[in-house]
């Protein structure tokens, strides 16, 4: 929290520590959510330059997660009318990890993955948001949009269905 | 050895979390930091279909060739690219106006043409304020008023030496993008009929203060430019 209000006050240092830790996760909820690595690399990239040029206009840092949230689906939302594209999943894989390891864990996660793929790209947003980020209904709402009714309900039709394809998965297996 | 869902999905995004390296979060970090900003996602794809629509357009329309010779500073394709943007909203099929003068703000900045950027950014903002008056509610049109004042004041915010500052060259920028997204998530919330008031309220609230915020940097500039109007006037 103290690093949200010294950066929002202007330092340098704080802001790159919040960046740092930012951007792994970015990088992981658009490229769950469906861009290709690369898109998500840049969306990533793209999220960041808009925290760092607006969060002197965070009024109160305990916002900061919602609002940090709002900023990448924006971005993600963007992605989405620009390429009007079904999303495509990619392996994923640690650069460095060795050949058994991208085996593994490819292997480990194809199930999530191909669920994942039966959904919307909206409702791989939602669900990554709550399940992943474990933001509350509030904000994943944010001030645009949806009221936490909406986003509730919609929450619990993305995970019926994510449950739904996963266990037709399993089924198959 | 059947796991929930919702495990297997935390555990999915902890290996993409993971698999970001840090050497990589650093370079991103350091380029963000870095400025100038405002720009990314080259429109290279976009070019070779804009390509194939306006061979279409060609034949069929010797008044468009003509645009096409219109073309600004860059692509050779850019003015042919306007001129079929234009003629797509005139009959009604797209909406693509915005989106590109946003993607050309993006790239001027990227080239360093502060100006020519901060003119884009105020083209978008112009074509987003039109394309929200069709639904018709008041909340909408005063939105779309605001809008229309920012794009105005952004132009007049461009200092007669063309020299912005970086920092307000991204910063508006980043406004025009959020602007821009508000404005398409109003639309898409009025097709659903959700309670969009809010949504416009929020895109007013935006609208309003890049208008002050350019406002300001007009005020700087001319405090600049004309030394003699300020009380200090020891300064050459």
Partial sequence: MQAIERARAGDSEALADILRSAHPRLVAYFAGSGPQRADAEDLAAHTLEAVVTSIHKLKNPLAFEGWFWQIARYSFRGWIRRTRRPARFEPSYAPGAGPEDAIHLSDEHTQIRTALEMLSPKDRSLLWLRDVEELSYEEIGGRVGSTVGTVRVAYHRARKRLEEAYGALEQDD | ?236
């Fill in chain 2, 1 to 236: 050895m059947s796991t929930s869902p919702m495990d297997d999905l935390k555990a999915y995004a902890a290996s993409l979390t993971d698999s970001v390296s840090m050497a990589e979060t650093d370079a991103v970090v350091a380029g963000v930091l870095r400025a100038p900003r405002g720009g990314r996602q080259p429109v290279k794809q976009r070019v070779t279909a804009v390509g194939v629509v306006i061979a279409t357009f060609l034949s069929a329309n010797v008044g468009l060739a003509a645009a096409s010779q219109n073309a600004a500073p860059g692509d050779a394709l850019y003015g042919v690219d306007r001129a079929y943007e234009r003629i797509a909203e005139f009959v009604g099929i797209s909406d693509s106006r915005t989106e590109e003068r946003l993607q050309e703000a993006n790239d001027l900045a990227n080239r360093g043409d502060a100006s020519a950027a901060l003119a884009a950014a105020s083209a978008a903002l112009e074509a987003v304020s039109s394309s929200l008056e069709d639904p018709g509610s008041d909340s909408y049109r005063e939105a779309a008023n605001s809008i229309r004042q920012a794009s105005e004041e952004i132009t007049h915010a461009i200092p007669a030496s063309g020299n912005s500052r970086p920092e307000f060259v991204n910063d508006m920028m980043t406004e025009t993008r959020m602007i821009v997204e508000l404005a398409h998530q109003l639309r898409d919330a009025a097709k659903t009929a959700g309670n969009a008031s809010d949504a416009a309220k929020e895109l007013n609230d935006r609208a309003k203060e890049l208008s002050e915020r350019a406002k300001n940097e007009k005020a700087n500039n001319s405090d600049k430019e004309n030394p003699k109007d300020s009380k200090d006037n020891s300064r050459p």
